[in-house]
T-cell receptor, first 111, second 114 residues
């Protein structure tokens, strides 16, 4: 079983601050996805990274895939209350037919 | 809106009962995945179907079963329900070109067993 560990589990910050959350594994993945989930809703795909060292930006969110393709980080610049949610990382290997999910980083942005 | 439709959104039932959860994948997606989400376990992969055939099994109990129909909708059947089966159940579908590495989730069914 490929395990993904996310840290910190919970993070509360003030609006306008920056934050970084992490997703680590001992396994190599061919791709890694980040999802955001809000209460009562399904996870929504934010980004997929596939190349070691890859950096992708989505507005104020910056995603990085580790060089060894075992870990990833998500950095939010100038967080806003709308960024509040559970951020899930998921690792996949092409053709493996399943994603392995971490337990998530619960982010709360206080106005 | 992900394009994946799940019904019902909420379900309350008694221990020992049987329920059926329904999922319609995004238009054009042949793969359907079922996941269970609980507070302590996170999102756990249960089972995958591709174009009507079972493709992969995860941590799915023998009391649970699923199928995918010719119109590609899928049903997850949960029987002999126990209190511990209370959870969010998500269906996801995946485009073929991602090889299953990207998933688009429905809004889930919250199952409460009392």
């Amino acid at each position: 079983t490929q395990l993904l560990e996310q840290s910190p589990q919970f993070l509360s910050i003030q609006e306008g601050e920056n934050l970084t959350v992490y997703c680590n594994s001992s396994s190599v993945f061919s791709s890694l996805q980040w999802y955001r989930q809000e209460p009562g809703e399904g996870p929504v795909l934010l980004v997929t990274v596939v190349t070691g060292g890859e950096v992708k930006k989505l507005k104020r969110l910056t995603f990085q895939f580790g060089d060894a393709r075992k870990d990833s980080s998500l950095h939010i610049t100038a967080a806003q209350p709308g960024d509040t949610g559970l951020y899930l990382c998921a690792g996949g290997n092409y053709g493996n037919n399943r994603l392995a999910f971490g337990k998530g980083n619960q982010v709360v942005v206080i106005p | 809106d992900s394009g994946v439709t799940q019904t019902p959104k909420h379900l309350i039932t008694a221990t020992g009962q049987r329920v059926t959860l329904r999922c319609s994948p995004r238009s054009g997606d042949l793969s359907v995945y079922w996941y269970q989400q609980s507070l302590d376990q996170g999102l756990q992969f249960l089972i995958q179907y591709y174009n009507g055939e079972e493709r992969a099994k995860g941590n799915i109990l023998e009391r649970f079963s699923a199928q995918q129909f010719p119109d590609l909708h899928s049903e997850l059947n949960l029987s002999s329900l126990e209190l511990g089966d209370s959870a969010l159940y998500f269906c996801a579908s995946s485009p073929l070109w991602t090889g299953g590495t990207e998933a688009f989730f429905g809004q889930g069914t919250r199952l409460t067993v009392v």
